[in-house]
């Protein structure tokens, strides 16, 4: 009987997956995909009060099913304020912190928390998480006489005389915003947009951004020469707006807007967000990214959503 029980036992053993194995399945299946985005009418004004049952979404065109569904408006925001200091914005530089001082007083509240990065060739930071807009525009303000003497993020020796707008982008959400707990994260970059010394490209930038879940919004400062952009005015162009509309905001014209109507729907939409998610159909966690689309059932109103996600391959976790 003895023998009998020992076999029995071993042939258990052998039947049953291993403990890798089971951690491998755990963690593709419970992979919760989450967004954050807003919805707006044909006048482009936000809209509140929606349910799960407003909104169907999809994967690569295949149907997901939602698993969770929130309104985000009593969620605390975490901010960070990117200034380009580089020799094509350093004219603005007053005017950014113009810019910023309005945007803070339009945005931030007792709950919420920015932090404020001056960059060019090196990513400075001028003030750490506060809910203070004094404590964030007299760091911008120290800036112009004691830059050098400021914490560096991420330094590195390689970038020389350029602008780092990636590596600003992708340092401040890594250092600063990745591991905020239970918040809404937010990039607002004051620049032209114009790169040419990080280490990191936009790929980079924009998958930071989507893995984090953090939206990135512009106020764009180009200056024209001789009534027409320069290429370096139409790269910088275009980088602010795909890495607004791949991670679900939008960049504004600073300097032939009404920049306080702007910040206006800046903070309208910013406080009547939602919160959607979904266990992808797809368990092929290979590093590929998936498109997604979140659609409105009721006509006439648009999303604003990132493009969607990279897959984490979690097979050796």
Known sequence: MRQIQVALLALVALLAPSA???????????????LTFSVHDANGKAVPGLTENDFHITEDGVPQKIASFSR???????????????????????????????????????QDAAFALCFG??????????????????????????????????????????TALFDAVHSSIQEKLANAPA???????????????????????????QSADTL???????????????????????NLLHLTTQTGGIDFDGLHTNLSEAFHQIAEELRSQY??????????????FRKVAIESVQSGLAVRARAGYYTRNQVNE
Do not use: C, M, W
């Open 20 to 34: 890798t194995a089971q951690d491998a399945t755990f963690h593709t299946e419970v992979h919760l995909v989450t």
């Open 216 to 238: 990135i919004y512009a106020v764009r400062y180009t200056e024209i020469h001789h009534g027409k952009l320069s290429a370096a005015n139409r790269q910088g162009a275009a």
């Open 121 to 162: 060739d090196h990513l400075r930071l001028t003030s750490d998480l506060t809910a203070s807009p004094a404590t964030i525009i007299d760091g911008l303000q120290r800036f112009d006489k004691h830059g050098d003497s400021l914490t560096e993020l991420n330094p590195d020796p390689t970038r020389s005389g350029g």
């Open 183 to 209: 918040s809404r994260r937010v990039l607002i970059l004051f620049t032209d947009g114009e790169e040419n010394s990080s280490a990191h490209d936009e790929v980079d930038a924009i998958a930071a951004a």
């Open 72 to 110: 985000e408006s009593e969620l605390p925001l975490k901010i960070g304020l990117l200034v380009d200091v580089s020799d094509s914005q350093s004219k603005f530089l007053k005017r950014h912190i113009q810019d910023v001082e309005a945007f803070l007083h339009e945005i931030l509240r007792p």
């Open 275 to 288: 919160s959607i998610g979904y266990y992808s159909t797809n368990k092929n966690n290979d590093g590929s």
